[in-house]
């Protein structure tokens, strides 16, 4: 047998052997919108005075069904409250741009991880990955800044290609 033939029956027998590679087991639970390993932090912005008010969800990581519509946040309170088409949510401040989830069923850190400078826009998730979005004071916010959180959020590890941007 020649080289040739010889060097491609090995290349043949080990593609063949590679197609019997197992294919890898399902997860176990729903698959995070972010890369628990990757690093995350909150941003040096945030002021529980300067973030007080509403604000619009633009886009979010999730399904449709628990489409989250607004945040507001009182600083007097220091609670942070998540309302929408899925269960209400509230959260406190426990550090600089992070805040504690006070009511169950689970237990979630909520990262403010990006603002603009004149805290119209901001980026917002759980370190976990299980929910995030991209908030703004009007509702609709400059495409500058809608694209800077968004690479904010790949910074930090999302998966940009599963959020899921509001109709305007």
């Known amino acids: 047998m020649s080289r040739r033939l010889r060097i491609g029956a090995v290349i043949g027998a080990s593609m063949a052997?590679?197609?019997c590679a197992a294919t890898p087991p399902e997860p176990a639970g729903p698959i995070?919108?972010?890369?628990?390993?990757?690093?995350?932090?909150?941003t040096s912005r945030f002021d529980p005075v300067?973030?007080?008010?509403?604000?619009?969800?633009i886009a979010q990581f999730g399904a449709p069904e628990e489409t989250i519509r607004r945040y507001a946040?009182?600083?007097?309170?220091?609670?942070?409250?998540?309302?929408?088409?899925?269960?209400?949510?509230?959260?406190?401040?426990?550090?600089?741009?992070?805040?504690?989830q006070i009511d169950p069923p689970e237990p979630a850190k909520l990262v403010v991880m990006w603002l603009d400078e004149g805290q119209?826009?901001?980026?917002?998730?759980t370190a976990s990955g299980s929910r995030g979005a991209v908030l703004d004071r009007s509702g609709?916010?400059?495409?500058?800044r809608l694209a800077a959180a968004t690479e904010i959020l790949d910074f930090y590890g999302w998966d940009t290609r599963r959020l899921n941007r509001r109709p305007q």
Do not use: C, H, K, Q
């Not at 995070?32 to 909150?42: E, L, M, Y």
């Not at 300067?50 to 969800?57: H, M, P, S």
């Not at 609709?140 to 500058?144: K, Y």
């Open 17 to 19: 052997l590679a197609g």
């Open 32 to 42: 995070p919108f972010r890369n628990p390993t990757s690093a995350i932090g909150s």
């Open 50 to 57: 300067r973030f007080a008010g509403d604000w619009e969800v």
């Open 73 to 100: 946040y009182d600083p007097a309170t220091g609670v942070m409250t998540e309302t929408g088409n899925g269960p209400r949510r509230m959260y406190r401040v426990a550090a600089s741009g992070v805040m504690d």
């Open 120 to 125: 119209r826009t901001a980026a917002i998730g």
């Open 140 to 144: 609709f916010p400059r495409e500058d």
